[in-house]
């Protein structure tokens, strides 16, 4: 379980690893070798292993879609609060129990491991196959036929390293898969900002300090929610010169006070109305939803907020890791 890697998703909380193999010792083996990651689910018994990966709730990534929540525009005809429904996830407890990679022996007596994946390629599992070195013919033939998605030797020198070095890789593969139509909706310059290295830096950065485990990207713009394990929230709020000019306009037309919207335009502040509800909610309550904000390079200032920043959100039904 890595929520720090090169890749900024659409979204990241912990999921399981499930391996399956008849050896019980080597599955002690893996689990005192993999001890960092909390996140392993052993089974000898391939049912038992086939139950827990079919009851993965693979419906929760409906998630994922983008989701307008208002139809307010301001005077150049944007949307002020455009959120995606993602953020919802963090109601779903069963997303910490979905299963997002399987490691499997080859041979094992009830059935073998290739006939075990087969039977889950409806499923969104990434698989990796433990063989000896006599079955890698088949092995490489499971892969080209992309029944599994890699393999390795148990007699590999450095087994176990391979095998955390995968584990983290098709990880990051099963949350890429669902975050891509979320990114694309946020085209171009959202998918330009998760590459931007100021970025990532900043965004590992909150990762590192506030103990996130888990993010939700929660619009176009890029801007984050970051979960801690017992749900406490830290929110990257960002803001662009479009987005800028849209707030000014608007709120010059509702005679907000100059002194802030001066701020706003000349990046000192962010204005981050999360959603609809913020948007009804007296003017003057609007004040509460702006914050300080830096530079993050020419394109884009950022705030970094910790705490319950919406009431839009329950915070009381937010079911959290620990």
């Known amino acids: 379980m890595n929520v720090l890697n090169t890749n900024i998703m659409s979204f990241y909380h912990p999921t399981k690893v499930v391996f399956l193999d008849d050896n019980q010792a080597f599955l002690d083996a893996v689990a ?3 001890y960092e990651q ?3 689910l052993m089974f000898t018994n391939p049912d038992s292993a086939m139950e827990q990966c079919k009851n ?3 419906s929760i990534f ?5 989701e307008k929540e208002n139809n307010n525009l301001d005077l150049n005809g944007n949307s002020i609060t455009t959120t995606f429904n993602m953020v919802n996830m ?11 990679v399987l490691v499997v022996d080859y041979s094992m007596p009830k059935i073998n491991g290739i006939e075990f994946c087969k039977q889950l390629r409806d499923r969104n599992i990434y698989k990796i196959l433990l063989t000896a070195e006599a079955d890698s013919d088949i092995a490489i033939n499971a892969f080209n036929d992309g029944i599994i998605d890699k393999f390795i030797l148990k007699t590999h020198a450095n087994l176990f390293e391979q095998l955390k070095i995968y584990i983290n890789e098709l990880t990051n593969k099963y949350f890429i898969n669902f975050s891509r139509d979320s990114l694309n909706y946020g085209g171009g310059s959202l998918k330009s900002l998760l590459n931007n290295d100021s970025f990532k830096d900043l965004f590992n950065k909150i990762i590192k300090q506030n103990a996130a485990i888990e993010y939700y990207l929660i619009d176009r713009l890029g801007s984050f929610l970051f979960l801690t394990r ?12 479009d987005k800028i000019n849209s707030q000014v ?6 005679s907000f006070p100059d002194e802030l919207i001066k701020k706003i335009k000349e990046k000192e502040n962010i204005l981050f109305l999360f959603s609809e509800n913020e948007y009804k909610e007296d003017l003057v309550e609007w004040k509460k939803y702006i914050f300080e904000s830096q530079k993050l390079d020419d ?3 950022f705030s970094i907020v910790v705490g319950n920043l919406t009431n839009s959100i329950d915070w009381d039904k937010v079911v959290s890791y620990q």
Do not use: H
């Open 90 to 100: 963090i109601y779903e407890p069963s997303r910490f129990n979905n299963v997002a």
């Open 62 to 66: 409906q998630f994922t879609a983008m």
């Open 299 to 301: 394109n884009y200032n």
């Open 249 to 254: 306009d608007l709120l010059k037309d509702y």
């Open 56 to 58: 993965s709730n693979e």
């Open 230 to 241: 017992d749900g406490k929230p830290t929110w990257l709020l960002i803001s662009d010169q």
């Open 38 to 40: 909390e996140n392993l």
């Open 32 to 34: 005192l070798e993999l």
